[in-house]
């Protein structure tokens, strides 16, 4: 009788996410399209549920000497934030959000009449600046390695943005 091939355990420092084609980055920008912190994910993880760990993750630089601060002043997000945990989690720490709101909240929101409550601010002035965003992503995937995912870990891919980011701040 055969015996079983054994299978091994992964080292401890590699496949703690896929790399490659399966990853997907969530990422902060400053207001000059300049990478304030990311979060690395599977590539089917939704961009709401990783916002509080994004936030997390940047530091704001001060002009002058001194810590990092450890919150935006304002945070722009597109529709996929506009849940109401997010402007919640954002209204509790004291910072400013431009986040349009979806059109099935605004359904429901019409549909409850008075008990829907008033609609959330929106300034289509501030969410014209959300395109640095955008533009911070097109920037990152000037890296090869980046834009086609090369990376087979998420370590090395964790690293690929990590140093693509330092020479962004550079």
């Known amino acids: 009788m055969p015996s079983e091939p054994e299978k091994r355990a992964p080292h401890p420092r590699t496949r703690t996410l896929p790399g490659g084609l399966t990853s997907k980055i969530h990422l902060a920008c400053d207001a000059l399209g300049r990478p304030l912190g990311f979060v690395l994910t599977g590539g089917n993880t939704s961009d709401c549920t990783q916002f509080a760990a994004v936030m997390e993750a940047i530091r704001v630089p001060r002009l002058g000497p001194g810590r990092p601060r450890l919150w935006p002043a304002h945070v722009l997000g597109d529709k996929g934030y506009s849940s109401c945990a997010i402007p919640t989690w954002l209204r509790r720490r004291g ?14 929101r019409a549909r409850r009449g008075s008990r829907g409550g008033r609609p959330p601010r929106f300034d289509k ?17 000037q890296w090869r390695g980046i834009a086609t995912r090369y990376d087979k870990t998420a370590e090395s891919c964790q690293a690929a943005v990590t140093l693509a980011s330092l020479l962004m701040w550079a």
């Open 95 to 108: 910072i400013a959000h431009t986040i349009p709101e979806r059109a099935d909240q605004k359904r429901n």
């Open 125 to 141: 002035q501030i969410y014209k600046q959300r395109n640095v965003v955008e533009r911070c992503f097109i920037r990152l995937k």
